[in-house]
């Protein structure tokens, strides 16, 4: 009878634990980080951490601003896609600003990159097609290389 009460209340403590963790995480995902923020597409929850200041405050005063936000140029086209990477992406920056690891200024990484190089086709696909025409299949160039700046004025 002793093992079981003790087998019970150690279950009840546990679970206690991890119910008042994950209210603690939700509340500070959603309420002093602002969470929800982030499942709407307004430019300015990017800004939520101070880390994207910089990169908020020039695409302000870019040309982009009349026309794209930032999901338009940072997220995969698709409901599931766009979310699937706004969740990675989300923990990811989370996890490198909590824990101090990113480098200063921060980075676009490779598969980001990616995506970004896809939104500036699809939005500029006749200037790109006029452009690559004569390069063929296998030959594309990227637009990143040259137009680096363009949607954030570094």
């Known amino acids: 009878m002793k093992k079981y009460l003790l087998i019970e209340s150690t279950i009840t403590i546990v679970l206690s634990m991890l119910f008042g963790l994950a209210v603690g995480v939700g509340s500070y995902t959603f309420i002093y980080a602002k969470g929800g923020s982030y499942m709407t597409n307004d430019p300015a929850a990017c800004a939520n951490c101070h880390i994207m200041n910089d990169q908020y405050s020039s695409w302000l005063k870019s040309s982009h601003r009349s026309v794209a936000a930032?999901?338009?140029?940072?997220?995969?086209?698709?409901?599931?896609?766009?979310y699937l990477t706004k969740a990675s992406n989300g923990f990811w920056h989370s996890f490198a600003f909590t824990s101090g690891d990113f480098h200063e200024p921060i980075r676009i990484k490779p598969s980001n990159k990616v995506v970004a190089e896809q939104a500036c086709r699809k939005c500029h696909e006749p200037i790109v097609e006029a452009i690559e025409g004569p390069h063929g299949e296998g030959e594309q160039l990227a637009c990143l290389q040259c137009h680096s700046s363009v949607g954030h004025l570094h």
Not at 70 to 82: E, I, L, M, Y
């Open 70 to 82: 930032c999901n338009d140029c940072h997220t995969p086209p698709g409901f599931v896609a766009k």
